[in-house]
């Protein structure tokens, strides 16, 4: 089981992007609310329901935890003390981990890099603290993976996708994509 955690100005394409994909590559993955409700408003305005709350996820029965950048989306995600308390709980299990545009923020505050490389949307470099930045659209880096922003959507979930469930897989995902 895979999670996407979702606060309300996430970023559309990187969440829901990376859950279709995810899903044709028969990983199971969930959705999670960390809002009081489980309709929780994108960063332009779209609503998605997550497939369950926050208090009711699990994740330290998760083979990786995921989230999806934007703002005010990553902003939330940083001031929500239990999913980071259980953020860095997980990490410290050795297990992965994956962000995309501003969200690698999260890792970086919560002290996750520890010389990893990684990417972030540009301009919030300063954000990847004990990380080497790359600029990269995405990085794979032991247990950490992150991406650029939204245009990297795809490919950095090709990305988890190989890492998950091997090569073969992704590239079969992204061959039926006809990108």
């Not at 995810?22 to 990983?27: E, G």
């Not at 929500?80 to 501003?102: M, Q, R, S, W, Y």
Request: charged content about 25%; glycine content about 12%; hydrophobic content about 45%.
């Amino acid at each position: 089981m895979v999670y996407v955690f979702l606060a309300h100005g996430f970023e559309e394409i990187e969440a829901l992007t990376v859950v279709d994909l995810l899903r044709r590559a028969s990983v199971q993955v969930k959705t999670v609310s960390l809002m009081e409700d489980r309709l929780v408003y994108g960063a332009h305005g779209i609503g998605v329901e997550s497939d369950i709350l926050f208090r009711d996820a699990e994740p330290e029965r998760c083979g990786m935890l995921i989230l999806p950048g934007g703002m005010p989306g990553t902003t939330n995600l940083c001031h929500h003390k239990e999913f980071n308390e259980a953020l860095k709980d997980f990490a410290a299990t050795g297990k992965p981990v994956a962000a995309i545009c501003a969200a690698p923020m999260v890792f970086g505050r919560a002290g996750l890099f520890d010389g990893h490389r990684a990417t972030i949307y540009p301009g919030m470099e300063e954000e990847l603290v004990n990380a080497v930045s790359t600029g990269e659209k995405v990085v794979v880096d032991r247990e950490i993976i992150t991406g650029r922003g939204p245009g990297a959507a795809i490919d950095f979930a090709l990305a988890i996708i190989e890492y998950l469930t091997g090569k073969e897989k992704a590239e079969e995902i992204r061959d039926g994509l006809q990108g």
